[in-house]
T-cell receptor, first 112, second 111 residues
Framework: GENVEQHPSTLSVQEGDSAVIKCTYS??????FPWYKQELGKGPQLIID?????GEKKDQRIAVTLNKTAKHFSLHITETQPEDSAVYFC???????????FGKGTTLSVSS | DSGVTQTPKHLITATGQRVTLRCSPR?????VYWYQQSLDQGLQFLIQ???????AKGNILERFSAQQFPDLHSELNLSSLELGDSALYFC??????????FGSGTRLTVV
């Protein structure tokens, strides 16, 4: 089955810096790659997703890139703010209605 | 409010007991997924239902079971509870394809 590896497990940046989180997946059939943000005491919230027919997608300060050949995808957050501090999860599925498999998460801390 | 409702929010019970967690999916979503989140294991997929039928199983223990009812709400039953079952249990819903919407979770503490 699918296996998703996520790095780093923790990331500390200064406000205004960029943050990059990387994930690799094992199943070449996977074609849907969402990212979730989880704040303390809350459920994960979808922040951006990408499908395999697209190499990059942006939404304001957040962008995701996908390299299907290398089976890796990354989350880029620019101009980080303290409210970006949270745990971020990447995930993968084949989008045929099968379940998402999640990475183990990255705890991002943005200090002002 | 995400539209996915989970009850109860907190549950404390003793080892050996049985509990039921409930999830109401977002309106229009036919798929329901259950995940277990513990500190060292991240979000572990347990089981998926689609329109009342079991669709996929993940790392779900035999002591755990679930079902989805005709009104699409789902229940996760955990029996013969052990200390190691203490975790956050999340329900998520989706249309068949696409991103999930998660509920706010049930925190289970087994003492």
């Amino acid at each position: 089955g699918e296996n998703v590896e996520q790095h780093p497990s923790t990331l500390s940046v200064q406000e205004g810096d960029s943050a990059v989180i990387k994930c690799t997946y094992s199943d070449s059939a996977s074609n849907y790659f969402p990212w979730y943000k989880q704040e303390l005491g809350k459920g994960p919230q979808l922040i951006i997703d990408i499908r395999s027919n697209v190499g990059e997608k942006k939404d304001q300060r957040i962008a995701v890139t996908l390299n299907k050949t290398a089976k890796h995808f990354s989350l880029h957050i620019t101009e980080t703010q303290p409210e970006d501090s949270a745990v971020y999860f990447c995930a993968a599925s084949d989008e045929a209605g099968t379940a998402l498999i999640f990475g183990k998460g990255t705890t991002l801390s943005v200090s002002s | 409010d995400s539209g996915v409702t989970q009850t109860p929010k907190h549950l404390i019970t003793a080892t050996g007991q049985r509990v039921t967690l409930r999830c109401s999916p977002r309106s229009g979503d036919l798929s329901v997924y259950w995940y277990q989140q513990s500190l060292d294991q991240g979000l572990q997929f347990l089981i998926q239902y689609y329109n009342g039928e079991e669709r996929a199983k993940g790392n779900i223990l035999e002591r755990f079971s679930a079902q989805q009812f005709p009104d699409l709400h789902s229940e996760l039953n955990l029996s013969s509870l052990e200390l190691g079952d203490s975790a956050l249990y999340f329900c998520a819903s989706s249309v068949l394809r696409g991103g999930y919407t998660f509920g706010s979770g049930t925190r289970l503490t087994v003492v």
